[in-house]
């Protein structure tokens, strides 16, 4: 799976998806994409693609996300809100739940126009629908993987998770979303992939040359974006 900030260039870096490949030279399960803005018609998406999408509340936002597919992967299940998409898939015999989200900052300059018509949550709540999706999954008992820019600073800080395995980070800060994040990871079971070495032990490479906010499974992406995951047997279903 790739997980990719679009920052709005949906048409151009689509075109770019084709080319990449999973970490193991194999077919990518999934793409998993954020802020798409307004720009659904993806365009270039590789060949027979399934596509969801949660479109930006306004075309003057920055959010949407959107979920690309492997066709041979079978779509049982999907989940959109208005910061997150949910989805259950049939891969190769295993039933997978992938999750993507974008949680703008909390200072974006567009948030309190969104919030005051609806269309987002408080920020001070901006992990409530991701809670509310997380819920509805069978975190603990199947695999769960959540991909995403969250905006969120957790440092090399741990959820309550048991087994939870150390992380390192050159970043030591933790920010008021960054221990909600953790919370949120905590009660449901998830561990933060992010520093741990199950991320060291998947050859990666960037998903993009743009800096800040491009990362993948097993990549040290920036502060902001996380790969959390769970399974039965404790870790994180790679490619």
């Given at each position: ?184 990871a905590g009660r449901h079971g998830l561990f933060v992939v992010n ?45």
């Open positions: 799976m790739l997980s990719w900030n679009m920052r709005c260039y949906t048409t151009a870096k689509l075109d770019q998806l084709a080319m990449l490949e999973a970490p193991d030279g194999g077919p990518v399960l999934a793409y998993l994409l954020q802020e798409t803005w307004e720009q659904h018609e993806l365009l270039g998406v590789p060949r027979d693609y399934q596509v969801l999408t949660v479109p930006a509340p306004s075309p003057s936002s920055h959010e949407g996300v959107a979920l690309l597919l492997h066709p041979a992967a079978r779509l049982r299940w999907s989940k959109a809100m208005a910061t997150a998409l949910a989805a259950t898939i049939d891969w190769g015999g295993l039933q997978l739940h992938l999750v993507v989200a974008y949680v703008p900052p909390m200072t974006a300059p567009h948030r309190a126009r969104l919030e005051e018509d609806g269309l987002l949550p408080r920020a001070a709540d901006s992990l409530v629908e991701l809670d509310a999706l997380l819920d509805l999954l069978p975190c603990g008992e199947e695999p769960v993987i959540l991909m995403g820019d969250l905006n969120a600073r957790t440092g090399d800080r741990v959820p309550s998770t048991p087994d939870h395995p150390p992380r390192v980070s050159p970043d030591r800060t933790v920010d008021a979303r960054g221990r909600a994040l953790l919370e949120l520093g741990t070495s199950e991320a060291a032990g998947h050859a990666t490479r960037p998903l993009t040359s743009a800096g800040a906010g491009s990362g993948g499974l097993g990549a040290a992406p920036a502060c902001g974006d996380h790969v959390l995951g769970e399974s039965s047997s404790g870790s994180v279903p790679a490619g």
